[in-house]
């Protein structure tokens, strides 16, 4: 309880400040904030004081907010207001541990408080604090036993602590309060009874989870799920010959689909390489236009019947023009033999077409149109580029290109032919070529700018993407917003290689707040999949952003920043005013006099352009008012810029470094790349034990590895150093 009581009337404008704010009226708030302050009875009270606090920190005022919520805090100690306003203010600023407390706090002089409790649920399951969400959703289910979300959130507490057995009995025991009709389609309670199914499927009951689905069927709206989960189940339960059936009915919907074929095969169990066949034998017949059992028994067939299959599955594509071919064929590429005959195969084809407008000369069909040979080559170019024949390669591709000029997939194979050459600039030429033939075409547009980006052409990747991007607003600006990680990444990689270190650094931290933000949109999914039911979907949402770091644009700009700051820590960026004052003094007046004109030129120069980027910047800024406005309001005020200059110069590289690499550590570690860029660090850290852990686990990776091999050197050569001191300064006893 608030130690001062409000009378009627101010008690009536404290209930319209937490409405303005529940309403986002903030200006209003602060209106009547000051009406109930500006009285000296209530100058100093603890509940106004937080509420005005908290509606200043929406408006940006960070500091004049803390200061109000600790004055207010501090008159009103026994306040549960002041504690939870607090809490909000820790959260926005996301110091969630300490928010917790808050909450926790507040929950002392009201315990029963719905709204503390809710908002200290969903901080316990963004910070994965499950033990604590357990207890908090459960004295939300005894507050509130009439609400679903209640319910739910108990049983998803159970569900994430892996003790599925009492989740399923406590969704079963609201399951029993739902009356629904068996003929009526609900999709909520379809939701239910699906994420029940999968709770007694992750539990380990497969018959129970069974004989569910059985029982639900006509009310699970998802009629696909039902039918994959019956085959998985059945699979479990070893009944082959139930499962075969619904494999069957699943492939006559979708016979392009590669695990419904694998899971045919696990029920029938095919004994020979003759038996495998014979299940696609049969789906050829089934589904004469089916390209997926004609691709899959390439696997494990070898030999003549290898080349009966591919001839067959390279006909159709070849004279349907099937560009993506060669990548459904790539997987094959680790079996030399295989490889022979694909380009005996394709060779054979070349020539018979060139002679005859036939596959093989033995063939009594019609004649090919022009452009299967034209997809031959096609293909023939990317296999001798895959295995390393650019000559070759080149000369298809360029034969291809003289008869069809306009096929804009012949000029994306010849850029990657230069690619992999490692003519890069080439490379780009060729894919601005492609790009020039159709402008519209994103796809394509994505494609030339980052293949500019690899050569070093950072403006004109700039240019190329504002095609695409907003108007109005820079092309760099409308990527970051829209989180085009593709294109910072590939960015860093270009300033980094252009020793341009600031700008690189600046695009790895760009990447790093988008995985904040992604992790912290989390929180728009806690309350609304409770209320909309999808529960499947958010165990799995959450499950995803526990390993959120683990996606490869996370990894390439961890990477990069952490060699940027290796650099920067073995040789740290020189202040440019310190070196010219050292050249001057070794100049003579004459000399020093010329300097002196070159350099007001050259400030005046860069003082035009940089008033030329700022009116630019104002016009931008003058765009994008109203909606940073309102983000603001969102997320409690600005973020702080990322300056390069200064992020190129910081304090202490190896502890930025540091914040690099612990995701990587956590999620990362089949990687040796990770364990070695740890060593760097600790070696420069003089981390013994570290470096010592960093190594042990690369050696159990890949122990042939050369960096890994250096690292050795090196740290046995630290060690006996270390040792030779020790044995001179340490007397023997």
Request: contains cysteine; aromatic residues 10%; charged residues 30%.
């Amino acid at each position: 309880m608030p130690s001062v009581i409000l009378p009627p009337k101010e008690n009536a404008l404290f209930k319209r400040i937490l409405r303005c704010y529940e309403h986002k009226q903030y200006r209003n708030g602060l209106k009547f904030c000051k009406q109930i302050l500006s009285n000296p009875k209530f100058a100093e009270h603890g509940e106004t004081l937080a509420m005005k606090g908290l509606t200043l920190n929406c408006l940006g005022k960070k500091e004049d907010a803390y200061e109000l919520v600790r004055r207010g805090l501090r008159n009103d100690l026994k306040s549960h207001v002041c504690w939870h306003v607090y809490g909000l203010l820790q959260r926005s600023d996301k110091k969630y541990d300490e928010a917790i407390k808050c909450y926790r706090n507040a929950l002392k002089w009201d315990k029963d408080n719905l709204q503390i409790l809710r908002d200290l649920s969903l901080l316990q399951i963004q910070m994965r604090d499950l033990e604590g969400y357990r207890e908090t959703r459960y004295q939300l289910l005894q507050l509130r036993p009439a609400q679903r979300a209640s319910w739910i959130g108990y049983a998803v507490a159970y569900h994430l602590l892996e003790d599925f057995e009492m989740a399923a009995k406590i969704v079963e025991e609201f399951r029993k309060t739902q009356q629904t009709s068996p003929d009526k389609v609900d999709y909520e309670y379809s939701e239910l009874l699906l994420y029940q199914n999968q709770i007694l499927r992750e539990a380990g009951l497969h018959k129970e989870a069974l004989d569910h689905l059985n029982n639900y069927e006509k009310q699970m709206c998802d009629k696909l799920a039902v039918e994959e989960t019956r085959g998985e189940l059945l699979l479990k339960l070893e009944r082959p010959e139930e499962a075969s059936e619904i494999y069957r009915r699943l492939l006559e919907r979708n016979p392009e689909n590669w695990a419904y074929y694998q899971g045919l095969e696990k029920a029938l169990k095919p004994g020979s390489i003759e038996e495998h066949h014979k299940i696609y034998e049969e789906s050829w017949v089934k589904f004469p236009r089916g390209l997926v059992p004609r691709r899959l028994p390439l696997n494990f067939l070898t030999g003549e019947k290898f080349q009966e299959c591919l001839d067959s599955y390279l006909r159709m594509n070849f004279t349907k023009g099937c560009p993506p071919v060669f990548t459904t064929l790539k997987s094959l590429y680790t079996d030399r033999e295989k490889v022979t005959i694909i380009e005996e195969l394709v060779l054979g084809y070349e020539n018979c077409l060139k002679s005859s407008r036939l596959f093989s000369e033995n063939d009594d069909g019609k004649e090919e149109p022009p452009t299967t040979l034209l997809w031959v080559q096609y293909f023939l170019a990317q296999h001798f580029d895959f295995i390393g024949k650019a000559g070759l390669a080149l000369e298809y591709i360029n034969t291809a290109i003289d008869s069809t000029p306009t096929l804009i997939e012949l000029f994306l194979v010849k850029a990657k032919i230069y690619k992999h050459a490692g003519n890069i600039k080439e490379a780009a030429r060729w894919m601005d070529e492609a790009q020039a033939l159709d402008t519209a075409d994103r796809f394509i547009n994505s494609k030339c700018a980052k293949y500019m980006l690899k050569a070093g052409l950072v403006k004109e990747a700039e240019e190329m993407c504002s095609k695409f991007t907003r108007e109005g607003t820079s092309a760099v600006e409308n990527l970051n917003e829209m989180q085009c990680m593709w294109f910072q990444t590939e960015c860093a990689l270009a300033y980094k290689a252009m020793n341009m270190f600031g700008e690189a650094l600046k695009k790895c931290h760009e990447i790093e707040r988008h995985f904040v933000e992604i992790t912290d949109d989390q929180f728009d999914f806690h309350t609304y999949c409770m209320r909309k039911m999808t529960l499947r979907s958010y165990v799995d949402l959450l499950k995803l952003e526990d390993i959120l770091r683990q996606h490869p644009f996370y990894y390439k700009a961890a990477r990069t920043a952490i060699q940027i700051y290796l650099a920067l820590h073995d040789k740290p960026l020189t202040d440019d005013n310190k070196e010219s004052q050292a050249d001057a003094e070794n100049l003579t007046d004459k000399e020093l006099k010329k300097l002196r004109n070159k350099q007001r030129r050259a400030q005046k120069k860069a003082q035009l352009e940089e008033e030329k980027k700022n009116a630019e910047k104002e016009k931008q800024l003058k765009n994008q008012k109203k909606k940073k406005e309102e983000d603001d309001e969102e997320i409690g005020g600005p973020k702080e810029e990322l300056i390069p200059d200064k992020l190129a110069k910081p304090e202490n590289p190896l502890e930025e470094a540091v914040k690099f690499l612990i995701p990587l550590k956590n999620l990362v570690r089949n990687k040796i790349e990770t364990h070695l860029l740890a060593f760097e660090i600790y070696f420069r850290k003089e981390k013994y034990l570290l470096m010592l852990q960093s190594i042990k686990r690369a050696v159990a990776i890949e122990p042939s590895n050369p960096w890994l091999h250096q690292c050795l050197v090196r740290f046995f050569k630290k060690v006996s150093c270390l040792q030779r001191v020790r044995a001179r300064t340490w007397p023997r006893q």
